[in-house]
């Protein structure tokens, strides 16, 4: 079945009572470590999404939002444990993966179709399947002799001290960052809120 990492990720909670704290750039949704998700990449995400679904991109609702800055600040956790631990994602194992996907679920549409009901356009897959390839890389690492849930439950536990360690913030529009959970809290300031996409 088709069903990208970020929800094995953020159902693994560990027990981490940690809080990241730098200060945000003007612009910026988030930070992770150095690296700076800006709002106008957060627009296009969730105006991507809006459009694969047929739906107005002025229809962008804070829950869309903060999930999928949820989600990009995860691709960049992990992409960049992945590089720290060596891991090398091919355009192989790319185009493997969306074979296997494409022959599981009958077509390429078909394949887009899944994805889009899980909020993820279709030029966002093969960000998903690099996600899912170097997250599965890190849990082998990680846990040689686990079953592929205990990796990813070590792996979400790692992760959340990884993106304390590099500094993970953002902005308080869109919530609070939760390593724990690997998610974006609520809101800390009720007068705050997430500008629609778009």
Do not use: H
């Amino acid at each position: 079945m088709i069903k990208p990492v970020l929800a094995t990720l953020a159902a693994a909670v560990s027990l981490l009572a940690l809080t990241a704290c730098n200060p945000m750039e003007p612009g910026a949704a988030a930070i992770v470590g150095t690296t700076r998700i800006s709002e106008q990449q957060l627009a296009n995400e969730v105006e991507a999404i809006l459009q694969a679904q047929g739906q107005s991109t002025d229809r962008a609702d804070a829950s869309l939002t903060s999930t999928t800055l949820g989600r990009m600040v995860i691709v960049e956790l992990v992409r960049q444990a992945a590089a720290k631990a060596g891991v090398a994602i091919t355009q192989g194992d790319i185009d493997s993966t969306m074979d296997a996907y494409v022959k599981e679920t009958g077509g390429q549409q078909q394949v887009e179709q899944l994805f889009v009901q899980q909020n993820i356009a279709p030029s966002q897959i093969t960000d998903i399947i690099v996600l899912n390839l170097q997250a599965q890389a890190l849990g082998r690492i990680l846990l040689p002799n686990g079953d592929p849930q205990a990796q990813g439950k070590e792996l979400a536990r790692q992760l959340g001290t990884f993106s304390v360690e590099q500094g993970t913030t953002i902005s308080p529009r869109y919530g609070t960052w939760e390593p724990d959970k690997l998610t974006i809290g609520p809101l800390t300031d009720p007068l705050a809120v997430a500008p629609a996409a778009g």
